[in-house]
């Protein structure tokens, strides 16, 4: 059955947090609303209140300077930061992950920090975040505070937040000249979740990985870096060998379930097959 | 071949009739149906695969506010309704025997308080071991479903013609294979629902969105215990049907009986979820195995097969989609010795029906693949061996099936064209495969109390516009332009003068509905003998205002005409004027009906099922990733033999329409079971391919003429859905070596099968 | 808690009184007498629901009506004028770019959403755009030739000959996806 709530649409960042505040574990934001609404409608959540967050001031927008990187409002859409100049320019992991989001629609409903909030480990957006070694901004009543993303993400469908928190803002160190590459496996549909996501970026020269950092998701209860990968290939060269060795440590970390886009096996090898793809477009385009 | 006819409407892409209510938001569909009083209502449904109700507490929900009425079994006469089998309930009697089972229903003042007032009936079950697979529902150990029914075999086929021993013992090549197809579920965008009103002098009102509306009166009166004649039903706009609104479902009666019972009108609309639980009947599974032998030549010598299908939970229309399987596809080629085993069984999900192909996609799956090893071991061109033994003009199928026109070689002949087969063939590319399969429809089937046929009423307006009363109905296909334009170029009138009536079972003659590419043919011919009647009247008439004989006139563009003397005419509607304002003046109206030359099967299954037969060939390039499996479709091609094209936007939307949903059977749909119960049942689990996910698609109709069709045409609608899925595995073969019998192809099916064949080395 | 609210719709202002749960879906259909905008999958995967709010497309489906109070709501009834179809639907009518028509309202409203914002897209941004509704019925084909016939300025020629529509048809598939100018 649908839950029945109070509605609240907040003016300010301040009253959204005392709101959330007064309500601690009976509240439930509302940014974009396509997972939240739809959640809502299926009854599994029945918050007593939803929060809009869209007439809060300070969530929106997307600012970039070459020093301090990219800040990323939560509540700007999927669609405007795929299509924002800067993002394109400086940050085309951003552009190609956003784009490859679900459908245009969803992505024109679909805030950024709804995204991450959901903690969902079948969308994108988070790999490629913590690709590019993104932090979040959290904000109550109580006070601020900044995680990386990877911390943020905590287990199936749970994040960091704390009942009276808001995700405010996403910041994205500058991009320091790294390559990188994204891949979204989608064997059914174009539009459907991906079967495995892979997003990475690199630092090197020459075939040389000096720096890298390979995100997955879709391949376990959450969106996660590959660290045993990485360290297969950090300060060595990208031989061929080294490669699928980094694929195959991907593989081993990954922990995907069972379901209509595939085994858990199948997704485990794909793993494999696509971080070792990924690793190759971004080294192609290494100097 | 064509007949050179000058037609003056048909052919030519004139707007769809109900083409602006469409496009502006105004077409009334189901759910748009609003009437004074109008209650909400929901269904609880069972939540156990197998399961005996002990109890059913309503008092509860009864004492809601709000609620104004709450069913169960105890308020329906417990008669037992289904098209073959009597073995469906509108509301659980006893027991439940799938998930998503209607068991009780309320009627609310709005969703919220009808979604509340479920959780308050208390049903105390006892659950039944159940079983799922069909194949294992048949052994003697498994649970009983229905309990009369033995080993839950609900039917048996075992046909046999000719001498199917010595027809093997005669092939230079014996192939025997296995092959598995998916439930599909017709994913209309709108999901059945109905509004049933029930008058205080004992007469239910009926809104729905069935494509079959005096099959929904027939068993809307069975399961209500009343005469057809209480029942009337009014078709809405259809949001998609495919067959599965063709009415095996349980929505129109459960809102029959809350509103009976709360006196006032009851929407019940199913949501996503419930269409895919217990909504438009899925298509019937089926584990087919399959024996064929060959001449070395290419010839077909013999085949041999067994299906054991999944019927599911009750009996739909699954009994003759189960024969339609055995038998159908033996008209695509020139058999002789042929042997068809099926099995229909009972298992505990959702019941299986009628979905675009009845069968024949599991059949095409399976014999157009078989056709393709045969090719490969015979070293023969697939395009060469189809040519040697597709069915041609007064080809005569062992059960009978006689075929009138018959374009497949010509079929053959352009897809292979289309598709570039040789030059393609020339010129590999690695990972690139092409494969391609032919297929046969029926236009229409006898099947239902020994009538194969329709009819029309048509009156004239007054001001010289045709009117059109049929109780087929209208379900996207397009089908009431094709009939007003039938009707247009048999009077003699423009387009634009013609209209068709909704279907609406007080107002309308007897109809069988949407099903089995039925309409242009035989609809086809009802209205078109309904237009000749109405134009003698018009001519008689005619000749008494002109002084002149009446067989010396021509109607065309809306006048009549004097042959050689054409500056002697008189416009319809002076005539329709002429006849109805005069001492013992009369209306212009006449009916006219149809039922097409073909039989009722015996009891061997032997006899020609339907009045014509449309034939096609179909061919697929497509582009495996070896490292992933990742199938992706390159180009694809379509010639269809439907006869004369009547319409050709809504043909050509039938070809396409057909390939859409076969490659998404074929590669995408599947829908994850767990103990009888979906998983995810959603459209976000549960993929339809969209624009992006589509490949180019070429496609041409044969110069085609159906001598028994109005004007030549005959049927189309299933035809291009039934090959899809073997063409595409036919075409992944040649691409890379692995051959997939099991639907959907996943990536992950083709990946295993290319390892597999990596570690035997071959 | 039921509250009052005005929802401008194609321009028009409605007083309704509803629950805060309530759905802009609802609110159009039931409230507003709007039933043009249609319900799929309810979860905002098929956008049967698709309008316009405030210039941006969106899915009815799960959008809170409470949030839409003082936007611009657009749907497919606001499309015409006087009467006269908006060029889209006449594309729609002419080339044949529905069959059912339950998926049409909202291919209609996704295809102005894009064309008010792009008035000259590629085939294949159209293809990409498009790809967020679903129909079951056409295989899509003559939707995106509807939608071309707009972009290109072809509303209302007719169908020309069989030969140059085929050709056409084709073109616009054989032309590959969308590729991202991102990826290589």
């Not at chain 1, 959204?16 to 574990?25: D, P, T």
């Not at chain 2, 959603?682 to 490949?695: E, V």
Request: hydrophobic share 40%; with cysteine; glycine share 10%.
């Amino acid at each position: 059955m649908r839950a029945k709530f109070e509605y609240y649409a907040p003016t300010s960042l301040d009253e959204a947090c005392a709101l959330l505040r007064e309500h601690e574990g009976d509240a439930k934001l509302l940014a974009g609303g396509t997972a939240l609404v739809m959640w809502l409608r299926m009854g599994l959540l029945s918050p007593g209140y939803v929060i809009d967050l869209e007439n809060v001031p300070g969530l929106d927008g997307i600012t970039y300077d070459p020093a301090g990187g990219l800040r990323i409002g939560a509540g700007v859409k999927h669609r405007d930061l795929e299509l924002c100049p800067e993002v394109r320019e400086h940050y085309p992991l951003l552009r190609e992950t956003f784009y490859k989001v679900a459908q245009p629609r969803i992505r024109l409903m679909a805030t950024v920090g709804g995204n991450l909030s959901h903690g969902d480990p079948m969308t994108d957006p988070g790999a490629s975040f913590m690709a590019l070694d993104a932090e979040v901004t959290l904000r109550s009543s109580r006070g601020e505070r900044t995680l990386s993303v990877e911390e943020f993400f905590v287990d199936y469908y749970e994040t960091a937040l704390e009942p009276d928190e808001i995700l405010t803002a996403i910041h994205v160190p500058p991009p320091a000249g790294r390559v990188w590459s994204h891949i979204k496996f989608t064997p059914r549909s174009e539009e459907d979740f991906a079967t495995v996501g892979v997003a990475v970026t690199l630092a090197g020269e020459n075939s040389r990985c000096d720096d890298v950092r390979i995100a997955l998701n879709s391949v376990g209860p959450t969106i996660f870096r590959a660290r045993a990968a990485e360290d297969a290939l950090r300060g060595r060269d990208l031989s061929p060998a080294r490669i699928e060795e980094a694929g195959a440590a991907a593989a081993d970390a990954s922990d995907p379930i069972e379901d209509v886009r595939g085994s858990s096996d199948y997704k485990r090898e794909l793993t494999a097959v696509f971080v070792r793809r990924a690793l190759e477009q971004a080294a192609a385009r290494l100097g | 071949m064509s007949k050179a006819e000058n037609f003056a409407v048909l052919g030519q892409n004139v707007d769809r009739f109900e083409g602006h209510d469409k496009v502006t938001g105004s077409a009334a569909y189901v759910a748009d149906v609003f009437l004074p009083g109008m209650l909400t209502g929901r269904i609880l449904r069972s939540p156990l695969p197998h399961a005996r109700i002990r109890n059913i507490d309503t008092s509860r929900a009864e004492k809601l506010r709000g609620v104004k009425a709450v069913v169960t079994a105890e308020d329906t006469i417990k008669k037992g309704w289904g098209v073959f089998f009597p073995d469906q309930y509108p509301l659980s009697v006893g027991k439940a025997r799938y998930v998503g089972e209607e068991v009780a229903a309320v009627a609310a003042v709005d969703r919220d308080t009808a979604e509340e007032a479920l959780e308050l009936i208390d049903v105390d079950w006892e659950e039944l071991p159940a079983v799922f697979d069909a194949a294992e529902a048949m052994q003697p150990d498994a649970p009983l479903i229905h309990e009369e029914k033995e080993n839950n075999i609900a039917l048996t086929i075992d046909v046999v013609r000719g001498d199917i021993d010595a027809a093997f013992k005669d092939s230079d090549l014996v192939i025997e294979e296995s092959f598995e197809s998916v439930p599909q579920w017709h994913s209309a965008i709108e999901t059945i629902g109905s509004v049933a009103d029930y008058s205080a002098n004992g007469k239910y009102t009926v809104y729905m969105n069935t494509q079959t509306l005096f099959m929904a009166r027939m068993r809307l009166a069975t399961a209500l215990g009343v005469r057809e004649a209480d029942v009337r039903v009014l078709q809405t706009a259809v949001g998609g049907g495919f067959g599965g609104k063709s009415c095996d479902d349980n929505n129109a009666m459960v809102a029959a009986i809350l509103a009976r019972k709360a006196r006032r009108p009851v929407k019940i609309i199913n949501t996503r979820e419930e269409e895919f639980l217990a909504g438009s009947r899925p298509r019937v599974n089926m584990k087919v195995w399959v024996r064929m032998g060959f001449k070395k030549d290419g010839r077909i010598r013999a085949k041999h097969m067994r299906i054991i299908a999944d019927n599911g939970a009750y009996s739909g229309k699954a009994p003759a989609i189960t024969g339609v399987a055995a038998l159908r596809h033996d008209t695509c080629y020139k058999y002789s010795d042929v042997r068809s085993e099926a099995y229909l069984v009972y298992t505990n999900k959702i019941p299986t029906g009628a979905f675009r192909g009845f069968g024949n996609p599991s059949a095409e799956f399976s014999v157009e693949q078989m056709m393709d090893i045969a090719a490969d071991e015979l070293g023969m061109d697939p395009f060469e061996m189809a040519r040697l033994n597709a069915a041609e003009e007064g080809y005569v199928s062992p059960h009978g099936n006689r075929v009138i026109s018959c374009e497949l070689r010509q079929c053959i002949d352009r897809t292979e064209r289309m598709i570039g087969w040789k030059e393609k063939r020339a010129a590999r590319k690695p990972n690139r495969g092409l494969g391609m399969g032919c297929t046969v429809h029926v236009s229409g089937k006898r099947h239902f109390g020994d009538y194969d046929g329709s009819s029309a009423t048509i009156k004239m307006n007054e001001d010289g516009k045709a009117f059109i009363l049929s109780g087929e109905g209208e379900t996207g296909q397009g089908h009431w332009t094709a009939m007003c334009q039938i009707a247009a170029e048999e009077l003699g009138v423009p387009f634009s003068d013609v209209a068709i009536s909704e279907a609406d079972t007080d107002l309308t003659t007897f109809c069988l509905g949407n099903y089995a590419s039925r309409l242009t043919y035989v609809a086809g011919n009802a209205v078109k003998n309904a237009a000749t009647a109405v134009k003698e009247i018009l001519h008689d008439t005619a000749a008494e205002m002109l002084e002149c004989d009446p067989s010396d006139l021509v109607s065309r563009d809306g006048f009549i005409f004097v042959k050689g003397a054409e500056q002697r005419s008189i416009s319809v509607a002076d005539v329709v004027r002429g006849r109805q304002f005069r001492r013992g003046g009369a209306p212009v109206v006449a009916s006219g009906s149809f039922d097409a030359d073909s039989v009722s099967q015996d009891a061997l299954r032997f006899g020609n099922e339907s009045g014509a037969y449309n034939f096609g060939c179909q061919a697929a390039e497509v582009e495996v990733d070896p490292d992933t499996g990742h199938v992706k479709v390159i180009q694809y091609a379509v010639a269809s033999d439907c006869g004369t094209v009547i319409y050709p936007i809504g043909a050509e939307g039938q070809v396409e329409g057909s390939i859409a949903q076969g490659l998404g059977y074929a590669l995408i749909e599947g829908m994850r079971m767990e103990e009888g119960r979906p998983v995810n049942p959603n459209f976000s689990d549960y993929r339809l391919a969209s624009m992006r996910d589509m490949p180019d698609l070429v496609h041409e109709f044969a110069d085609s003429y159906e001598p028994t069709g109005p004007f030549g045409a005959k049927g189309l609608g299933e035809l291009g859905m039934d090959p899809v899925a073997a063409i595409i595995s036919n075409a992944i073969y040649d691409a890379v070596g692995v051959r997939i019998r099991t639907l959907p192809i996943t990536a992950e099916k083709v990946l295993r099968a290319l390892q597999e064949k990596k570690k035997n080395g071959s | 808690m039921k509250r009052e609210m005005v929802l401008t719709v194609n321009g028009e202002e409605h007083d309704v009184e509803i629950e805060p749960n309530r759905l802009l879906l609802e609110a159009l259909r039931d409230d507003v007498g709007l039933t043009g905008t249609k319900e799929g999958c309810s979860i905002g995967v098929c956008g049967a629901c698709s309008v316009i709010v405030d210039g941006r497309l969106v899915s009815a489906c799960l959008t809170l009506a409470a949030a839409c109070e003082g936007k611009k709501i657009e749907t497919i009834e606001g499309l015409a004028e006087d009467g006269e179809l908006h060029p889209l639907q006449r594309a729609f009518v002419q080339y044949g770019g529905f069959q059912c028509g339950i998926c049409t309202p909202g291919q209609i409203m996704a295809a102005k959403a894009l064309l008010d914002h792009n008035p000259n897209p590629t085939t294949d941004e159209v293809k990409e755009w498009m790809s967020a509704n679903l129909c079951r019925c056409t295989g899509y084909y003559k939707i995106l030739e509807s939608v071309m016939a707009v972009v290109e300025g072809k509303v209302d020629e007719g169908r020309r000959d069989e030969a140059v529509r085929q050709a056409r048809i084709q073109s616009l598939y054989q032309s590959d996806t969308y590729k991202s100018d991102t990826s290589d």
